[in-house]
């Protein structure tokens, strides 16, 4: 219930960096990390998110993109995992923190607070560019 009232007070263009009151006087629960998503909505409001889930999609799409052209069936399965995993992960995190979904400890990818997330997103968007490099190798 506090990251909806933190989404909802952000407004169109939030409260400005440092200035969410839900999230710095501990209202809402793990807001580095889970809830992060929320922190985001109250300080940037409903414009940063829009921007935020576009660079998102963006991402996405580029990495259609490498399955598409990818140079065999491996290389083409092996990233449209990666693809998956990354897209699930954000779609669980926003309808988590919307409460659309049961709150399960999804991290935000690339985003939230942690060290093993963000290690295996790096892993995860490494092999996605090797094998978009390796279209082209004879």
């Known amino acids: 219930m506090q990251a909806q009232i933190a ?9 400005g960096i440092g200035f969410g009151s839900q999230s710095r006087l501990l209202f809402l629960p793990e807001y580095e990390t889970d809830f992060i998503f929320a922190a985001f909505a109250e300080e940037w409001g409903l414009l940063g998110c829009l ?8 991402l996405i799409a580029f990495a259609l993109q490498a399955v598409a052209h990818a140079k065999d069936r491996l290389g083409a399965l092996l990233a ?12 669980i995190n926003v309808a988590m923190v919307t409460g659309l979904l049961p709150v ?10 942690g060290g093993s997330s963000l290690l295996s997103m790096m892993i995860a968007l490494g092999l996605l ?7 082209f190798t004879f």
């Open 7 to 15: 989404i909802g007070s952000g407004g169109l263009f939030g409260k």
């Open 129 to 135: 560019i090797n094998v978009s490099m390796r279209r």
């Open 104 to 113: 399960v400890g999804i991290p935000l990818p690339l985003f939230s607070y």
């Open 51 to 58: 921007i935020l889930l576009a660079l998102y999609f963006t």
């Open 80 to 91: 449209f995992g990666m693809v998956a995993i990354f897209f699930w992960q954000v779609v």
